[in-house]
């Protein structure tokens, strides 16, 4: 029934390790995103996928790798964790031009905790 | 530039009303949402503006002036399940996509 699904919901890893989150949309929408949340609870774009195409990438280190198998998957991989990677970090969807609203959908949110 | 400013805390009374500014410049414009988090959860879609004016949402409104850069959103009757942050967002365009840049946030502590 979720709309949005993220796994795991709580990740806690020591620094230098490589960890990945999974996202899943069965909304049927073609466009999926990553955002990152910090402390301060700004929520910021890192990467967005349309039809398995990346068409947004922010300023984000190439630690940093989406992966899109498919328009309802987008993953995230994180080589390397560093202390400052702790962060929730949020997986949504949309449909892009359906119609005028365009809301995105938000995933549960993976709280990564690097030690 | 983008730069989307809005307060930080707001308190209000249950049953009051209460009025979350939020002042956008955006580099395109395509429309302004309001979302809502309660604490440890995802954001959920209040309502959206991509014209000039009010739209009615039950207890819930917002107003978009474009040539202000201006929105408000309205919250009537408040509930103790209306205490989260409220999130300001304008979808602009970046390289041919549609791209949401956020607010911090505002976060609303209700109390009886």
């Known amino acids: 029934d979720t709309a949005v699904s993220q796994t795991p919901k709580y990740l806690v890893t020591q620094m230098g390790n490589d960890k990945s989150i999974k996202c899943e949309q069965n909304?049927?929408?073609?466009?999926m995103y990553w955002y990152k949340q910090d402390s301060k609870k700004f929520l910021k774009i890192m990467f967005s996928y349309n039809n398995k195409e990346l068409i947004i990438n922010e300023t984000v280190p190439n630690r940093f790798s989406p992966k899109s198998p498919d328009k309802a998957h987008l993953n995230l991989h994180i080589n390397s964790l560093e202390l400052g990677d702790s962060a929730v970090y949020f997986c949504?969807?949309?449909?892009?031009?359906?119609?005028?609203?365009?809301?995105?959908?938000f995933g549960p949110g993976t709280r990564l905790t690097v030690l | 530039g983008q730069n989307i400013d809005q307060p930080t805390e707001m308190t209000a009374t249950e049953g009051a009303i209460v009025q979350i500014n939020c002042t956008y410049q955006?580099?395109?414009?395509?429309?302004l949402f309001w979302y809502q988090q309660h604490a440890g959860e995802a954001p959920t879609f209040l309502s959206y503006?991509?014209?000039?004016g009010l739209e009615e949402k039950g207890r819930f409104s917002s107003f978009l002036s474009r040539s202000k850069g201006y929105s408000y959103l309205l919250l009537k009757e408040l509930q103790m399940k209306d205490s989260a942050s409220y999130l300001c967002a304008v979808r602009g365009f970046s390289g041919g996509y549609n791209k949401l840049i956020f607010g911090a946030g505002t976060r609303l502590a209700v109390h009886p």
């Open positions: 503006n991509v014209l000039d």
């Open positions: 955006t580099s395109g414009f395509n429309g």
């Open positions: 909304l049927g929408h073609d466009t």
């Open positions: 949504a969807s949309s449909q892009e031009g359906r119609s005028s609203y365009n809301e995105q959908f």
